[in-house]
């Protein structure tokens, strides 16, 4: 009995952190529509509103984390929540730079964002278990994260590397900061919907798609402020921060779905995963081709007009290496196969031997 007043302590707890949640969402966008441009630290007032998002997600995603009975699933969890700690350190931060106490260009804003997305890619890495690629379970083979990966880095190459090196604007101290960060919240995006084409226990499809969402909304989010940036500036308090509180309120619904234990994985999720295995060469050759037609378009000069015809040339040898995994396992599945059909004859011709000689 003490287990289940425990636990309806704990699903009570995390309706009112959710319920919190959307108040502090609904506030938020009033603060931002309805507070005039010209109010005395409006942008104070709403990044301090802003900055309860990610404490919210954090203590959703820990008490799913205490829950969790698989290891990896409590870690994967737990390093999510870690994350969420960085981007409430990071929000703080934020409203120091909004009320003048440090400039928006600090390293300190760079080293907490990086820690925030290692542990979020960490999380979901855990959460995703990766497996051989020709076996029944398998979840995102390796050669698929990889392919995943370049694909992050090709985009946020393309959209905010070239445009950075071209303007010569940020030093290349900030533009590896902010490309690793968009780079790396794509892939977390893209590494989650994997979760959703491959089923596994450790994660809720819901709470995949949820999480795919979130991360690709801030991976394009920072794109469109490194934007603002290069053309005259970004402050905070705009419309489109209601987008990033959105995808920090699609994390809090994922800690609370994950209150809950995943599922097994039922038979039909086999044709999501032969779509996700055909499509994702197609996806990760459009996004690697985007930087090579860009600096046809718009060159970047120096060494760095390289790095699209670098990634081109890393993109085929990834799919060479996985056609060649595929083609082995095709051969080894069909080799078992033959081997095991030869078995059930021979077992079939000592059964009808075996027959005749007890009817003699």
């Known amino acids: 009995m003490t287990d289940e007043l425990k636990a ?12 919190a949640t959307f108040v502090a969402l609904l506030i938020y966008t009033v603060l931002i529509l309805g507070l005039p441009a010209e109010t005395p630290n409006r942008s104070t007032i709403t990044d301090a509103v802003f900055a309860l998002f990610h404490p919210l997600a954090m203590l959703l995603l820990l008490g799913a984390a205490r829950r969790a009975v698989d290891g990896r699933r409590r870690q ?10 960085f981007g409430t350190l990071n929000s703080v931060l934020w409203v120091l730079s909004s009320a003048g106490r440090i400039p928006q260009t600090a390293p300190a804003f760079e080293s907490v964002g990086l820690a925030m997305v290692f542990f979020s890619v960490a999380g979901v890495v855990l959460l995703v278990p990766p497996r051989g690629i020709a076996g ?7 050669v698929d994260a990889s392919l995943l990966a370049l694909a992050s880095v090709s985009v946020a190459w393309a959209f905010v590397g070239a445009p950075m090196f071209a303007s010569g604007m940020e030093s290349e101290r900030d533009f590896l900061g902010f490309a690793a960060i968009a780079a790396a919240d794509l892939f ?5 919907l994997g979760a959703w084409a491959f089923p596994s226990t450790r994660l809720r499809p819901e709470s995949a798609l949820l999480l795919a969402l979130s991360y690709g909304m801030s991976a394009w989010l920072d794109v469109l402020i490194e934007q603002d940036i290069l053309h005259g500036g970004y402050a905070s308090g705009q419309p489109v921060d209601i987008a990033f509180a959105v995808s920090l309120v699609l994390v809090c619904v994922v800690g609370y779905f994950e209150h809950s234990p995943a599922a097994a994985p039922v038979a039909g999720h086999v044709r999501r995963v032969a779509m996700a295995r055909l499509l994702l060469p197609f996806a990760t050759a459009i996004a690697v081709v985007v930087p090579v037609l860009a600096q ?7 060494p760095a007009r390289l790095v ?3 990634l081109l040339a890393l993109f085929i040898a990834l799919v060479q290496w996985r056609y060649f995994l595929l083609e082995r396992a095709a051969e080894v599945a069909l080799t078992d196969r033959m081997s095991l ?3 059930l004859r021979l077992s079939q011709q000592f059964e009808s031997l075996g027959r005749y000689a007890a009817s003699v």
Request: zero cysteines.
């Open 8 to 19: 309806g302590r704990q699903d009570r707890t995390a309706r009112g952190l959710l319920a």
């Open 76 to 85: 994967g969890l737990t390093l999510l929540a870690v994350s969420q700690g």
């Open 136 to 142: 029944s379970t398998a979840v995102v083979p390796l």
């Open 188 to 192: 977390t995006g893209l590494f989650a």
């Open 341 to 343: 059909e030869r078995d």
């Open 296 to 302: 046809a378009t718009n060159p970047v000069t120096g």
């Open 308 to 310: 699209p015809w670098a």
